[in-house]
Nanobody
Framework: QVQLVESGGGLVQAGDSLRLSCASSGRTFSSYAMGWFRQAPGKEREVVGAINWSVDRIYYRDSVKGRFIISRDNAKNTVTLQMNSLKPEDTAVYYC????????????????????WGQGTQVTVSS
């Protein structure tokens, strides 16, 4: 069983930065593919970025490319999402998710693919 806990959300102004962290309690964190998702009110959950266990494949959705950075520290069982140049349209609840890829070095883009989810952290960007 993997438990994920996000932290770092908050209320910021457009152009500011936030750093979200996701801590895992599982001993097998280093073998999991991880994803960051967000869900705004009235909208479907969407992938923000994803990273494979070996940290050599990273995905970003187009709207965050060049602004957001995903990283992971397998020794500390954490994955982070550095968000720079935030925009009001980035306002959402952000979730981290984990998926056991059973040895495959891939990442996953669909929320349906993930086995474990954090509780979410609110990010609000004012204009």
């Amino acid at each position: 069983q993997v438990q994920l806990v996000e932290s770092g959300g908050g209320l910021v102004q457009a152009g500011d930065s936030l750093r979200l962290s996701c801590a895992s309690s599982g001993r097998t964190f280093s073998s999991y593919a991880m994803g960051w998702f967000r869900q705004a009110p009235g909208k479907e959950r969407e992938v923000v970025g994803a990273i494979n266990w070996s940290v050599d494949r990273i995905y970003y959705r187009d709207s965050v490319k060049g602004r957001f950075i995903i990283s992971r520290d397998n020794a500390k069982n954490t994955v982070t999402l550095q968000m720079n140049s935030l925009k009001p349209e980035d306002t959402a609840v952000y979730y981290c998710a984990a998926k056991d890829p059973h040895g495959s070095a891939i990442y996953y883009l669909s929320s349906r693919s993930y086995d474990y989810w954090g509780q979410g952290t609110q990010v609000t960007v004012s204009s």
